[in-house]
Each structure stands twice: as C-alpha cells, then as structure tokens.
C-alpha cells in the first residue's frame, strides 16, 4: 500500500493488530521486512550496531533456510525476530488453511511470537487464526523505501514527517531497498536519535 501512515478502515479491520505503541512514550519500534539476504542485512546490522539501536527482523522463512548465518547473527546481537511466511505469501491467493501452514512452516525455523502479513494485508479468517498464535505487529509509519519512484532523502523525509510517539517504523531488509538504506538508514537513526526517541523492542 502506498501511504505512510495507515488508514482507519485499514486498523478497523484488524483491531486486535498492534499499530502504534504508546502514544505517551517517546519511543520508536524499527522494522525490517523480507530478509535474512547477503545483500542487505549484514549493511542494516553493522548500521544499527553502530548507533546502539535494537530493532525487529520480519523474516521471510525462506530466506532464513537459505542464509541460516544471517539470522544467527541477527539473534546473537540482540534483536528481536517476526515471522513473515516461509515463501513472501500474499494472503488473497491463498487458501486460508494453506497461508495458516506456510506461516507455521516459516515459524519452524523463526520461533518467533511476532507476525507481519506481507504485503500489509490479510484476509479475515487468516487474521482471526493467526490472532490466537501470534501477536500481529503492523505499522504505524511505511518508509517506502522500497519504492523506485523515491529516493534516499524521499525516504528520510518520510521518517522525519511521520513519525510520532510510540511509532511503528518499516524499513525493508531486501534488494529494493538497500541503494536507498545505505544512506536513509543512518540519516534516519541520527535524525531519530537527535529528536530524542527511545528504539524499543516489542514484549
């Protein structure tokens, strides 16, 4: 979806999903969808090692069988992992039984309490199964960085503009992403940091 913060009818839909943190806090909650990749996330974790920032993987099961030293290491140096299918599943071409096993068949292997659906969308029936098994984590700010109609700076000013209290940031670990993340990515955590918002994790 194109739009930095999420519609009401979108939140709506899935009451039960957590979209924005505590509005009270000034805190922030960084993401990062699609990965584990060789391309991408060794840059996003040396980056996030280097501010001191903690922040949560939605990883692709997929990628993580085929890169198992990548989320080791995401693991090892402290950040929280989510589950985002094993295969990047779109939830509308899909039974609801078969995205319910191809999400428990990446979770083998992620172990994780956390799920995003790709693609930001779920049909009903697989919300209200996933629901029981998972805390659902959405959004509260899209960076679109991986769109190719923006550039680095368009990304940041995303960030800069959008982000409040308590938000719930999306980067993208993936190769749509990485030109533009290799500068937005620590422009964004300096501008984050400056401002004075706390990086959280989720419980």
Known sequence: MIIEHPSFWLRWLYPKALWRMNPHEHSVYLTFDDGPIP???????????????????????????????????????????????????????????????????ANELIHAHLFRPPYGWMRFSIYWWLKHAFKIVMWDVITRDYSKRLTAADVVENVK???????????????????????????????????????????
């Open 161 to 203: 503009q959008y982000t409040r209290n308590g938000s719930i940031i999306v980067f993208h670990d993936s190769l749509k992403s990485i030109d533009k993340l290799q500068t937005a990515l620590p422009e964004s955590i300096e501008w984050l940091q400056k401002e004075g918002y706390e990086f959280k994790i989720f419980d």
């Open 39 to 105: 391309e991408a996330t060794p840059f996003i974790l040396d980056t996030l090692r280097r501010y001191g920032v903690k922040a949560t993987f939605f990883m692709v099961g997929d990628n993580v069988a085929k890169h198992p030293e990548l989320f080791e290491r995401i693991v090892a140096e402290g950040h929280q992992v989510g589950n985002h299918t094993y295969n990047h599943m779109g939830s509308f071409k899909h039974w609801t039984v078969t995205y319910a096993i191809n999400t428990h068949k």
